[in-house]
């Protein structure tokens, strides 16, 4: 059974683990960038299965308005079971109604996101990172 939780933090370790099983582009081969992203975020739902992570949903909010999601990874073979829509899920009940679930998708995941209730939206601008 697929337990969700939202009092946890895993370890880098782990997080690092469905990252790169789950296909998500991120700077896994730095553990410490990894950490650090995870330190600052103030918004992240897991998923367990037999005390294992396989997924996982990080977001950054002021819990009142807006709320960036800014990572959606589940292990391979657990992928096209429903765990990240209930990861979404759960984030947005955590959120409640009157916050914005705002997200860049990767170009492989532009079809997934439409199937969660997002609308794409034309009238956003990005400045890249340079690494």
Same mark, same amino acid.
């Given at each position: ?11 880098? +370790?782990?997080?690092? +683990? ?45 819990? @009142?308005? @807006? @709320? ?42 532009? +079809? ?20």
């Amino acid at each position: 059974m697929i337990q969700f939780r939202s009092d946890i933090t895993p370890t880098t +370790e782990e997080i690092i +683990e469905v990252y790169n099983s789950s296909g998500i582009n991120r700077p896994t081969q730095d553990k410490a960038r990894i950490q650090q992203m995870y330190a600052n975020s103030n918004l992240i739902v897991t998923a367990w299965e037999a005390g294992q992570l396989i997924g996982i949903s990080r977001a950054l909010t002021d819990f @009142c308005y @807006c @709320c960036y999601l800014s990572d959606l990874a589940v292990k391979k073979e657990y992928q096209q079971l429903g765990v990240g829509k209930m990861l979404v899920q759960q984030t947005k009940e955590i959120l409640g109604e009157q916050v914005a679930l705002i997200l860049l998708a990767a170009p492989t995941a532009m +079809e997934y996101y439409p199937k969660l209730g997002f609308e794409k939206i034309e009238n956003g601008f990005i400045v890249k990172r340079k690494k």
